[in-house]
């Protein structure tokens, strides 16, 4: 194996109620990488993204079957508590959802709820910082985060969800609500954040998981089609079914 | 359901004007060859005209190949596709000038010593259209097998350019006063020589294309 790997996946089925949305997916997520899945609505990239934080777990009726592994410690585990679970692994989501408190806020209270007892302005700060927000919110930190633009929302969340430090964030099309300007900047903050964090995104925006990402796993109607380096992916699939799906012929 | 259709027929544009330029090209060879063989001065120069005809084309696919990458972002082999384009229409471009360094041979060598070293022009300027001509057919759907086979070829135009350069060179030993045209067909005979390198590249971008690898069919 070339890198440490941050979660596998080894044989997950999963199932809302009877209709079973994934089928034995084994998927590697290396550490500090960035993987994007990718694939037509429904195909299962988001349910998988879900269960990697046991977000499904909150879902009435659904089930799942195989191992989920943070590390190397299987997530379902009895003495495993989900709350710890969604801290390592922390989510954002495709329309910014920041609290409706203030920016200072926002940062602040994942952190206390967490037992956070550093310097709190530090924390807001350097969190700010990393998501390359800080300089247009320090003048307001008091205000709150619903005046904020659509871009800026995002990017706050983004803050929220690394000032718990977390080893891997979860991107559930984090740029689909977004402008192109504000979009590239969301990248740019990907292409930053895998220095410290693991990423997995999913996207319907193929140029951005071209861009952004080191491998991608393409997904259909619940299976993974083929996985690897996003370079051979987007270059010379060996699948007609990703190709057909990447250059915009079906999905 | 097919999908994107306009852009389908954007890559099959492209595909079809590669091969409307390789048949031009063709076309070029055989009359420049023409004009040589019977001394035919208008052929010769109708040959250089057409060439302006094939610079223009080369840069019509280039622009065609620039505007599908920027507006459309091909992936994966539709990608390969147009890179490809843009390689072969520059080595079409290129042999089309050695087709017009032939026709220049008209002008530029004297019938007589012309006919001293016209059997291994010939055998080279048609081993090379027939190169031209069959690395085109291994183009219309990608062929790579096909392609691997016609670069093979190249090793005969080689050896043929080995033999008439020790021809020329004998010549002018011999005949001091024929340096000026000797040299001309030292140019003439190396130009042939690289119409089958360039056919050779040509082959090389189609199993490119077809398999996504660089292969080295001209070691």
């Given at each position: 194996m070339d890198t440490k790997l941050a979660m596998h996946t080894k044989n997950l089925n999963f199932f809302y109620g009877d209709f079973q949305?994934?089928?034995?997916v084994s998927l590697d997520f290396g550490a500090n990488e960035v993987t994007a899945l990718i694939g037509?609505?429904?195909?299962?990239k988001s349910t998988l993204l879900r269960c990697l934080n046991r977000?499904?777990?909150?879902?009435?009726?659904t089930r799942s079957e195989g191992e989920i592994y943070f590390r190397d410690q299987?997530?379902?585990?009895?003495?495993?508590?989900p709350v710890e679970v969604r801290r390592q692994v922390g989510m954002v989501f495709q329309k910014p959802n920041?609290?409706?408190?203030?920016i200072y806020e926002n940062i602040a209270w994942g952190a206390r709820i967490n037992g956070y007892r550093g310097d709190m302005d530090e924390l807001v700060e350097t969190s700010l910082k990393k998501c390359a927000l800080w300089d247009e919110v320090k003048e307001k930190l008091?205000?709150?985060?619903?005046?904020?633009?659509g871009g800026q929302q995002q990017r706050l969340c983004i803050a929220r969800t690394i000032a718990v430090e977390p080893d891997v964030i979860l991107m559930d099309?984090?740029?689909?609500?977004?402008d192109p300007i504000s979009t590239a900047k969301i990248e740019d903050l990907i292409t930053e954040l895998r220095k410290r964090y693991t990423i997995i995104i999913v996207t319907h925006n193929m140029q951005q998981a071209g861009r952004v990402s080191e491998k991608t796993a393409f997904f259909l109607n619940g299976v993974i089609i083929e996985a690897g380096l996003t370079s051979d992916i987007f270059?010379?699939?060996?699948?007609e079914r990703t190709e057909a799906y990447i250059s915009g012929r079906f999905g | 359901m097919e999908k994107r259709i306009h852009y389908q027929q954007q890559i099959r544009g492209i595909h079809q004007e590669i091969l409307r330029m390789g048949v031009l090209v063709e076309e070029s060879l055989r009359k420049a060859l023409t004009a040589v063989k019977t001394q035919n001065r208008e052929l010769a120069s109708g040959v250089i005209e057409s060439d302006a005809r094939i610079d223009k084309m080369q840069l019509e696919i280039e622009e065609r190949c620039t505007v599908a990458i920027a507006t459309e972002q091909p992936v994966a082999t539709d990608l390969r596709e147009i890179m490809v384009a843009i390689k072969i229409a520059s080595d079409l471009e290129r042999i089309g000038d050695h087709a017009r360094h032939l026709a220049r041979a008209v002008d530029r060598v004297s019938p007589e010593l012309m006919n001293e070293s016209f059997p291994i022009i010939e055998s080279m300027a048609e081993l090379g259209i027939s190169m031209v001509h069959d690395s085109l057919d291994a183009y219309v759907d990608l062929d790579a097998e096909r392609a691997r086979s016609v670069a093979s070829r190249d090793e005969q135009i080689d050896a043929l350019h080995h033999d008439l350069y020790a021809r020329i060179i004998g010549t002018m030993k011999e005949s001091p006063e024929l340096v000026d045209q000797g040299t001309s067909l030292v140019f003439l005979n190396r130009f042939l020589e690289r119409l089958g390198d360039h056919v050779t590249n040509i082959c090389e971008w189609i199993v490119y294309a077809r398999t996504g690898k660089h292969p080295e069919l001209n070691p």
């Open positions: 949305a994934l089928f034995d037509p609505s429904g195909c299962g977000m499904n777990d909150l879902i009435p009726e299987p997530i379902h585990g009895q003495e495993v508590d920041p609290f409706p408190k203030t008091k205000q709150n985060a619903l005046g904020l633009s099309e984090p740029t689909s609500a977004l270059f010379n699939p060996k699948e | -």
